[in-house]
Nanobody, 127 residues
Framework: QVQLVESGGGSVQAGGSLRLSCAAS????????MGWFRQAPGKEREGVAA???????SYADSVKGRFTISKDRLKNTLYLQMNDLKPEDTGMYFC?????????????????????WGQGTQVTVSS
């Protein structure tokens, strides 16, 4: 069983930065695609950024150039560095990963499969 625990959310003004963390427990995490999603009130959950087992990264167009996803294999922790935050970045941010290795690169900031989810961490950006 995989457990994911997000942290690092908070309230910032537009233009500010936050760094989200997702601590993962379970076997084989370092080889699996992992990603960040967000959901704003009244909107569907959307993929933000993803990174596969070989370090290939993919981002949603809305965050390219501002967000950076990374993974610390030794700590089994996923990160999302968010710079130049905008009010439209506001939402609950979730990390997710797969239950088995899938040899397909993430696309549009999303892994092909997302079987395990964390509880989320809130990000609020004020103008």
């Amino acid at each position: 069983q995989v457990q994911l625990v997000e942290s690092g959310g908070g309230s910032v003004q537009a233009g500010g930065s936050l760094r989200l963390s997702c601590a993962a427990s379970g076997n084989g995490i370092s080889t699996y695609c992992m990603g960040w999603f967000r959901q704003a009130p009244g909107k569907e959950r959307e993929g933000v950024a993803a990174i596969d087992g070989r370090g290939y990264t993919s981002y949603a167009d809305s965050v390219k150039g501002r967000f950076t996803i990374s993974k610390d294999r030794l700590k089994n922790t996923l990160y999302l560095q968010m710079n130049d935050l905008k009010p439209e970045d506001t939402g609950m941010y979730f990390c997710a990963t797969q239950s088995a290795y899938v040899a397909i690169r993430p696309v549009g900031g999303t892994c092909l499969r997302n079987d395990y989810w964390g509880q989320g961490t809130q990000v609020t950006v004020s103008s």
